[in-house]
C-alpha cells in the first residue's frame, strides 16, 4: 500500500460522511436511483395500458356526421392522456399529504412538529399538487375542444372563458386548479401535523368535483354513480398514494407501514365495493362483452382485484421482514404493486373519455331528478320504492359497525356500557338512511312537503338520537391511548383544537342551526340543491351537521371544550324555539313559491297546487318539533338533576372528610352556617 493511499483512507475515515459513512450513501442514493426507475417504470407501463385502451375502445376513432363539425382525434388523445396524467399528480398529492398529516408522529419533543420524514412527503406532495393544478389548467382547453369537437387552435380566450364560467366541466377543472394551488400553497409552508392535515383536506377536496361533471353525472341513475365514484375516487387515493409515500420514503417506517396497512384493507374494501357500484350503474350486463367501455370496465376490475392480492400479500409477508430490518421485499413487491395500480389509472383515464354503450336517452324529469317521476303520494310507495344513496348507506354500515365494535371491546375489557346509547345509535343512522333511501328521499325531490319532513328527521330527529348515543366518549374509551398518536390522541386533540372551541359557542351553534332553516329556503340554495347533486348532498350533511352541532351544545353528553349551566341551555333551546316557529309560520303564510322554477319545470301531474303544498311544509315544520322539544325538555330535566345530585355527593363526601379529619372548616357545610351566623350578627 502506497503512503498517498494510506493518507486518503485516513483522511477519508476522519471526515464525515467518508469510508463507511460514504459507502453508507452511495447505497442509499442507489437504493433511491432504483425506486426512481421503478416509478418511472410503473408509470410507463400505465401509460401503455393507456395507449391501448384509447386505441381499442375507440375513444379517438371519428366519425364524419353530415352537417356537423368534425372532431380532431388529436384533442381526443390528449384528452384521454392528460386524465391520465392528472389522476398520477392527484394520487401523489393525496397519498403524500395524508402520510405525512396521518402515518408518523410528531416530533419527540413536539409532537405537533413534522418529522423529517413527514415534511419530505409534504413537500413531495406540494410538488405533485402544483403538477396536478398544471395539468388540470392545460386540460381546460383541451376539454372545450373535445366536447364541441374543435381542433385546439380553434379555442379562444373568449370561448375559454364562458367553458369555465357556464359549463359544469370547465367549472370543475377550474376548481380543481383553484384547490390544488391551495394544498400545494399550504404543503409548502406547513411544518407542523395540523398544517398537514389542513393540506390533505384541501387535496381531498380538489379531487372531488370532477367527479360531479363526466359519464357517471349524465346517466339516468346518477345519485347511485356519483355517490359510488365520489367513494371510488377517495379511496382509491389512499390505497395507491399511500402506497407511493410509503415506497419514496427514504427510511424503513414501520410504524407508518403499520398504519397504512391497517386502513389499506378499509380503502380497498371500499374500492372494490364502489367499483361494482358505479359499474353497474353505468353498463349492463348485456354490454359487458359487446360495448369497449364494459371490457375496459371490466379490466380495470381484474386490475383492482389482483392488485388486492398484492395487498394481502403486504400485510402477510413484507411487514415482518421490514420489522425484522428487510425493505427488499417490500421494495419489489410494491413496485409491482404500483405498476398495477397504474394500468388501473390508465384504464381508468381511457374510460373518461371513451363513449359509453347507446342507450335509449332518459326522459327530462329523470335525468333531471335521477331517477323516473314517482307516482301519486302513498304510505306503500314511501316504505317500500326505495332509492339508495349510497354514500349515506356506506357511512350508516361503517359507523354502526365501528360503534358496536367499540361496544364489545369495552365489554370484553370487563367495562359496562348503557345498552339505550347502542340502540339510540342505531336508530338514528335508521333514521338516516329511511330518510334519505326509501320512497320519501323521492318524493322529498317533487313535493315540498315531503322535502321538510326529510329536512325536520335530518335536523332535529336524527341529531337528538345520535348526540345521546355519545359516540365520543365511546371512542376515548374504546381506542388504546398511542404515546406515538394515533386516533385516540386525534380525537382529543380535535375536540381541544380551535376549531372546536369557536363552533361550541353557544351563540355560534344557534346561528349555524338557525341558517338551515332561514338561509336554505329563502335564498335560491333550495333550487340550486334541488337541481345539482352536489348542492343535494350539502344540503343534507348540512342539516345533520348543523343540528348535530346544536345538540351537542343543548344535550350533548360527550366532552366538549365550553362546558355550558343548565339555565343557559334551557334559554338557548327556547330561543331555537321562537324562530323555528316564525320560520314555519312564514311558509304558512307565504304567497310566494320557493323554487318556482323547478317545480314547474318537473310538473309532476298529480300534484295540484304547489303553494298550498308549501303551506303544507310550513305546517309541517312548525308542529313537527314538538315530539323532539318534549324529548329535549325529558333529557335537560334529567341531565339537571343527575348533576344537582353528583354535586350534592360531592359535598357530602368533603363533609365527611372533614368530620374525619377534625377539621370543620373545611366542611362547606360548615362554611356555609358561618356565614349565615355572620349575617344575623350584622343585621343585630
Known amino acids: 500500500m502506497t503512503a498517498s493511499t494510506e493518507t486518503s483512507q485516513n483522511t477519508a475515515a476522519t471526515i464525515p ?30 401509460l401503455a395500458v393507456a395507449v391501448i385502451a384509447l386505441d381499442l375502445g375507440g375513444a379517438v376513432d371519428v366519425a364524419d356526421l353530415p352537417g ?52 419530505r412527503w409534504l413537500r413531495v406532495g406540494a410538488v405533485a399538487s402544483g403538477i396536478w393544478a398544471a395539468v388540470a389548467l392545460v386540460s381546460l382547453p383541451v376539454d372545450f375542444a373535445n366536447s364541441f369537437a374543435r381542433p385546439l387552435g380553434g379555442v379562444t380566450a373568449l370561448g375559454l372563458w364562458s367553458y369555465v364560467g357556464q359549463y359544469e366541466q370547465g367549472q370543475a377543472l377550474g376548481l380543481t386548479a383553484l384547490l ?32 360531479f361533471t363526466g359519464h357517471s353525472a349524465s346517466n339516468g341513475n346518477h345519485q347511485i354513480a356519483v355517490d359510488g365514484l365520489l367513494i371510488h375516487v377517495i379511496a382509491a387515493a389512499f390505497w395507491a398514494g399511500g402506497l407511493f409515500a410509503l415506497f419514496i420514503a427514504r427510511r424503513d417506517p414501520l410504524a407508518a407501514a403499520r398504519r397504512y396497512s391497517a386502513a389499506a384493507v378499509f380503502a380497498y374494501a371500499a374500492v372494490g365495493f364502489s367499483g361494482l357500484i358505479v359499474f353497474c350503474a353505468n353498463v349492463n350486463l348485456t354490454d359487458l362483452w359487446t360495448s369497449s367501455y364494459g371490457r375496459i370496465a371490466l379490466a380495470k376490475l381484474v386490475v383492482l382485484a389482483i392488485g388486492g392480492v398484492f395487498g394481502w ?36 383515464s381511457s374510460l373518461s373519455v371513451t363513449p359509453p354503450p347507446s342507450e335509449e336517452l332518459p326522459d327530462p324529469n329523470t335525468a333531471l331528478l335521477g331517477f323516473p317521476t314517482p307516482g301519486p303520494l302513498s304510505f306503500e310507495s314511501i316504505v317500500l320504492d326505495w332509492y339508495p344513496s349510497v354514500l349515506f348507506c356506506t357511512a350508516a354500515l361503517a359507523l354502526v359497525g365501528g360503534y358496536v365494535a367499540g ?30 333511501s326509501s320512497g320519501l328521499s323521492k318524493y322529498g325531490m317533487v313535493l315540498f312537503s315531503a322535502h321538510m319532513v326529510q329536512h325536520m328527521a335530518l335536523n332535529m330527529l336524527a341529531p337528538i338520537l345520535l348526540v345521546l348515543a355519545a359516540p365520543v366518549t365511546l371512542a376515548l374509551r374504546a381506542l388504546k391511548p398511542d404515546r406515538a398518536g394515533g386516533p385516540r390522541e386525534w380525537l382529543l386533540a380535535a375536540i381541544h383544537s380551535r376549531w372546536s372551541r369557536f363552533v361550541s359557542r353557544p351563540l355560534v351553534a344557534l346561528f349555524v342551526y338557525l341558517t338551515s332553516l332561514y338561509l336554505m329556503y329563502f335564498t335560491g340554495m333550495f333550487e340550486w340543491g334541488m337541481r ?15 343540528g348535530s352541532l346544536f345538540f351537542w351544545v343543548i344535550i350533548g ?25 316564525i320560520f314555519g309560520l312564514t311558509l304558512m303564510m307565504g304567497t310566494n313559491l320557493i323554487a318556482v322554477d323547478w317545480y314547474t319545470q318537473i310538473a309532476i301531474p298529480w300534484v295540484g297546487d304547489l303553494l298550498a303544498d308549501q303551506r303544507a311544509g310550513g305546517g309541517i315544520a312548525w308542529a313537527f318539533g314538538e315530539i323532539p322539544s318534549l324529548i329535549i325538555i325529558v333529557v ?49
Not at 421485499?329 to 388501473?344: C, D, I, K, P, S
Not at 345539482?532 to 348543523?546: C, D, K, P, S, V
Open 532 to 546: 345539482e347533486h352536489f348542492g343535494h348532498l350539502f344540503i343534507t350533511m348540512h342539516f345533520l351537521a348543523a
Open 636 to 684: 335537560l330535566i334529567a341531565q339537571w338533576t343527575r348533576s344537582e345530585e353528583r354535586e350534592g355527593r360531592r359535598i357530602d363526601r368533603i363533609a365527611e372528610r372533614a368530620a374525619a379529619s377534625g377539621r370543620p372548616e373545611d366542611d362547606p357545610h360548615e362554611v356555609y352556617n358561618a356565614y349565615l351566623d355572620g349575617l344575623d350578627q350584622e343585621r343585630r
Open 407 to 436: 361496544v364489545v371491546r369495552l365489554r370484553r375489557r370487563g367495562d359496562s356500557w348503557p345498552w339505550y346509547r347502542t340502540a339510540l345509535w342505531i336508530a338514528g343512522w335508521a333514521v338516516i338512511v329511511f330518510t334519505t
Open 17 to 46: 460522511g467518508g469510508g463507511a459513512g460514504s459507502r453508507g450513501g452511495q447505497q442509499a442514493r442507489h437504493r433511491r436511483g432504483l425506486r426512481a426507475l421503478a416509478v418511472a417504470a410503473a408509470v410507463l407501463a400505465g
Open 557 to 581: 353528553p360527550d366532552p366538549k371544550p365550553r362546558p355550558l349551566s343548565y339555565p343557559a341551555k334551557v334559554l338557548l333551546y327556547f330561543v331555537s324555539i321562537v324562530f323555528h316557529a
Open 313 to 348: 400479500a403486504h400485510r402477510r409477508a413484507t411487514l415482518p421482514r421490514i420489522a425484522a430490518g428487510d425493505r427488499s421485499v417490500f421494495t419489489r413487491l410494491a413496485a409491482v404493486e404500483l405498476g398495477l395500480m397504474a394500468a388501473a389509472f390508465g384504464l381508468a
Open 180 to 211: 390544488a394551488i391551495a394544498a400545494a400553497v399550504v404543503a409548502a409552508r406547513a411544518f407542523t401535523i395540523p398544517g398537514a392535515v389542513l393540506a390533505a383536506a384541501l387535496a381531498v377536496a380538489a379531487a372531488l368535483p370532477p367527479v
Open 68 to 119: 356537423l363539425s368534425t372532431a380532431d382525434p388529436t384533442v381526443t388523445w390528449a384528452a384521454g392522456l392528460l386524465k391520465y396524467g392528472y389522476d398520477l399528480a392527484m394520487l401523489a398529492a393525496v397519498g403524500c399529504m395524508i402520510a405525512a398529516a396521518c402515518f408518523l408522529p410528531g416530533r419527540k419533543g413536539d409532537r405537533a412538529r413534522l418529522t423529517g420524514q413527514s415534511w
